[in-house]
């Protein structure tokens, strides 16, 4: 689909739901009020649906959100790359075909939609819809130009990632310019942590174990340690950038418990290690510097497991 196509689609249909991926993240939640407020302001009415509820920390984008009342009659993905991320709380949404267009960018997009624009080289599918706005041409919002910002923002990292491209940085240029508190939007998806959070990011600092010249470090967690040191599951998602941030790691793996013989494998690598090639090994995969796979067994055969691994990729030689 071209752009101009995608504007004749919003103008021949009304009534959209917006669906948005569970545990939703910044740029699907920025596409989905983003495109919402977008579409109401050409007159069309639409609602923004997740299956897991809309978090706090992006109060922001919804605060002065109201659902609407009708019949829907067209139904819009935003970074969904795969109907099952639509999530099981929404079942009626996961049947194939039933989505009318999906707008992502993600490679791994199954085209499960009767239309789709997908471009896997977009930082976002925030910066998708920048760049579709701006060819369509009608005025965009100080709540639009906040709701996209946030999603380019978040999914390239603070424009760290290497997903950031010139194109992320020009459309962000652009953005700031709105009347939109971009230095609050920083602040709170960047540097805000709850107390729980702080707590588990210590926790997982404190019982980080390295190993090969410290080029590995390791932290296995169960769900006896999680219990018993008070601290929320949910404090724990999205840790396992921890042990890859301390100088001279090259690969950085989280152990977590799933069930009593089932634990999950995190793995982060730097340049020098493919985090994909070392899950493999085990059933896993993933990107390159970015992995996982499960592993079955007590937690001591595990780690001895991975350890053997490790050292089989030659980083412990003093050389
Ligand atoms: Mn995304």
């Known amino acids: 689909m071209t752009f101009a196509e995608i504007g004749r689609f919003f103008e021949e249909h009304d009534c959209y739901t917006i669906l948005t991926h569970k545990s939703p993240d910044g740029d699907t939640l920025g596409a989905g009020f983003g495109l919402c407020a ?42 969904i790359a795969d109907p099952s991320l639509i999530g099981s709380a929404l079942p009626q949404y996961m049947v ?9 960018h993600h490679i791994s997009n199954k085209y499960y939609a009767k239309q789709s624009y997908v471009d896997g080289s977009s930082s976002a ?34 424009f760290k990632y290497e997903n950031t491209t010139p194109q992320a940085h020009l459309a962000a240029a652009e953005l700031i310019q709105y009347n939109f508190g971009y230095a609050f939007i920083n602040r709170r998806m960047f540097d ?13 600092t404190d019982n980080m174990e390295f190993y090969c010249n410290d080029k590995c470090a390791l932290i296995a967690l169960t769900t006896e340690t999680m219990q018993s040191c008070g601290i929320e599951p949910a404090e724990f998602e999205g840790i396992a950038s921890i042990p890859l941030s301390v100088e001279g790691v090259e690969i950085g793996i989280t152990i977590k418990q799933r069930h009593e013989d089932v634990f999950k494998l995190s793995v982060r690598t730097t340049e020098k290690l493919d985090a994909s090639a070392f899950c493999k090994q085990f059933g896993g995969g993933g990107h390159i510097r970015a992995a996982g796979c499960e592993i079955k067994g007590s937690l001591e055969d595990v780690e001895k497991q991975v350890r053997a691994a490790v050292e089989a990729l030659g980083l412990c030689s003093d050389d």
């Open 192 to 204: 805000i942590k709850s107390k729980g959070r702080m707590a588990a990011e210590k926790f997982v």
């Open 125 to 158: 599918a925030c910066l998708i819809l920048f760049e579709l706005f701006k060819e369509l041409g009608r005025p965009i919002s100080d709540l639009i130009a906040a709701c996209l910002y946030t999603g380019i923002a978040t999914d390239t990292g603070c």
């Open 96 to 104: 194939p075909g039933k989505v009318d267009l999906c707008i992502d």
């Open 38 to 79: 977008y579409l109401r302001d050409m007159g069309k009415k639409a609602n923004v649906v997740n299956a897991d509820g809309f978090p706090d920390r992006y109060y922001f984008m919804y605060d002065d959100y109201t659902e609407q009342d009708f019949e829907e009659q067209c139904i819009i993905a935003v970074d």
